[in-house]
């Protein structure tokens, strides 16, 4: 009988194509992610040794760091990102890839593209040239950020060299109190185990507060798993898994439907199965969480104060502690709830989802943005946005005074024209909060959707409970 | 890939932690389609003041390290995106070996796969490594791959471990890809399993 094993060893065992001497692995890839940042290298690598890509039809490109969220008709201005969009659509031409095109509905950030296609099912491995591939986990799929020459690896072979990871289970049991979510779940982990605290490691999340998250919670979870160090997180199939998948353009149909879910329903961790490490959280104490630094372990909860590096005992932290307080701009000890914001950002590939932008409209209806903030909203995908637009959450953002855009990763890294002036401080939806991340000198704190809506209302950063409360 | 074998070159004291992907190049850079060039905008947040003059602060623009070929830095170096521009910058610059108590995995990854050797290390010897480094234009460190060996300026020599076919592939400057296409018939038949066992993912 073999050994109790986890979601991931499973996965791990099934993809396993040759395992060397050494203990190194040649695993199969099923499913390849490209976008116009990190493909160009790999594709003239390809060119130079004259290979050409194994399997394209595993293989799905789309544009999404580079795109324009304003008028997408007047093409994008600036050369060198038109360039590489422009390049990215020549390879995937000249190497027969599939690719969505920058005005296509279903056009849009990558790791919102691949689930909302039905191209991330369970059981499978998925990577990407870009870190937040982890998204994808929410699936119970092996789903990891890779660098270039990884990227043309896979074009070439459809198989990555790799050495095993470690498991590490992350247990979230207990009732989510009102307004908190799935962002504040992550940030918490990550506040707890630090952004190396993942490291040599792929996540499972379980407990009844991660089972009770809809796909799209367990996507923001999964997706900021790479800011806790780990490459990957995953978490067990179920009946929601399948009813998200079920009917999307590229899930599996009829009999072959049937055969999948039957198998896909055989994917979840032994119950005597062995983690390297084990975390526990418990749900119920969980408040809204806001970073206050630059590194996404720098969480604290929007009710706390901000540390003071003298309290610190390990120099280096301090140092680094002392650093942040610096960039950002802050007094150690101070609440930081009232801190005043310039401007706020939602969306990217962490919360540019349709129940994301339900969750900041909710908030934002019937108000005002302060005068003294801008304000963007940025769908994940076209089809996000056309979802939006049927609900009508466009005209409330819009009347709320916020900026209503196009799809794309926009000013979570600030690749395209969207970007925080220096000193200028952002409530913002997305994933990092490193110095210069949304713009040089610009100042990210990392919130949930209803916290970066509260802080556009209110001005200032602010416990999102306060306003529900008025509702 | 080039090889690489043993190196002998001036260690630049970097001891921040978490040393992230934006800062060693700012996402401003990331829109070349090349792999060349980088090296003028490596840590350019840190290393340029804001009207452009250079920041004589930053370690890398001091005499002493101006011509650095490795690294000594905090734990958790190279934390952030997958972007392999990262490495790309440090080696365009000249940076062939960084050393740190920990490194990001995709970093730490990316970094084999262009010929650097990124080196872990215990907290006591990175603290020794760091003050070695500390000593400007005195601070040569010796690292030899095939031995496994860091030599400081003292003749202290400290061992590190590293896994045995990253090491291979480094010395004899291995092209992964090369490598993986003689194994092509195992990744066929592999796909083949895969049309009877999970006809849905080949459809």
Sequence with gaps: ?471 | MEKFNKLTGVAAPMPIRNIDTDMIIPKQFLKTIKREGLGKNLFDEMRFLDDGSENPDFVLNKPAYRNASIIVAGENFGCGSSREHAPWALKDFGIQVIISTSFADIFYNNSFKNGMLPIKVDAETLAKLMEDAERGANATLTVDLEAQTIEGPDGGTVHFEIDSFRKHCLLEGLDDIGLTQQKTSKIEAYEEKQKTAQPWLSA
């Design chain 1, 1 to 471: 009988m073999r050994a109790p094993s986890t979601l991931f060893d499973k996965i791990w065992d099934a993809h396993l194509v040759d395992v060397q001497e050494d203990g190194t692995c040649l695993i199969y890839i099923d499913r390849h992610l490209v976008h116009e940042v990190t493909s160009p290298q790999a594709f003239e690598g390809l060119r130079t040794a004259g290979r050409s890509v194994h399997r394209p039809q595993a293989t799905l490109a789309v544009a999404d760091h580079n795109v324009p969220t304003t008028d997408r008709s007047k093409g994008i201005q600036n050369p060198e990102s038109r360039l590489q969009v422009e390049t990215l659509e020549k390879n995937v031409a000249d190497f027969g890839v599939p690719y969505f095109e920058t005005d296509d509905i279903r056009q849009g950030v990558v790791h919102i593209v691949g689930p909302e296609q039905g191209f991330t099912l369970p059981g499978t491995t998925i990577v990407c040239g870009d870190s937040h591939t982890a998204t994808h986990g929410a699936f119970g799929s092996l789903a990891f950020g890779i660098g270039t020459s990884e990227v043309e690896h896979v074009l070439a072979t459809q198989t990555l060299l790799q050495q095993p990871a470690k498991n590490m289970l992350i247990k979230v049991d207990g009732e989510l109190p009102p307004g908190v979510g799935a962002k504040d779940i992550v940030l918490a982990i990550i506040g707890k185990i630090g952004t190396a605290g993942g490291t040599g490691y792929v996540v499972e999340y379980a407990g009844t507060a991660i089972e009770n998250l809809s796909m799209e919670g367990r996507m923001t979870v999964c997706n900021m798993t790479i800011e806790a160090g780990a490459r990957a997180g995953l978490i067990a199939p179920d009946e929601k898994t399948f009813e998200y998948l079920k009917g999307r353009s590229m899930s599996p149909k009829g009999a072959a439907w049937e055969q999948a879910v039957e198998y896909w329903r055989t994917l979840k961790s032994d119950d005597a199965a062995k983690f390297d490490a084990v975390v526990e959280l418990d749900a119920s104490e969980l408040v809204p969480e806001i970073t206050w630094g630059t590194s996404p372990e720098n969480v604290i909860p929007i009710t706390g104060n901000i540390p003071d590096p003298a309290q610190e005992s390990n120099p280096q932290k301090r140092a680094a502690w002392e650093r942040s307080l610096a960039y950002m701009d802050l007094k150690a000890g101070a609440a930081i709830e009232g801190t005043p914001i310039d401007r706020v950002f939602i969306g990217s590939c962490t919360n540019g989802r349709i129940e994301d932008l339900r969750e900041a409209a909710g908030i934002a209806k019937g108000r005002k943005v302060a005068a003294t903030v801008g304000a963007m909203v940025v769908p994940g995908s076209g089809l996000v946005k056309e979802q939006a637009e049927e609900e009508g959450l466009d005209k409330i953002f819009i009347e709320a005074g916020f900026e209503w855009r196009e799809p794309g990763c926009s000013m979570c890294l600030a690749m395209n024209d969207d970007r925080l002036e220096a000193g200028e401080r952002c409530a913002s939806t997305s994933n990092r909060n490193f110095e210069g991340r949304q713009g040089k000198g610009g100042r990210t704190h990392l919130v949930s959707p209803a916290m970066a809506a509260a802080a556009a209302i209110k001005g200032c950063l602010t416990d999102v409970r306060k306003l529900e409360a008025e509702d």
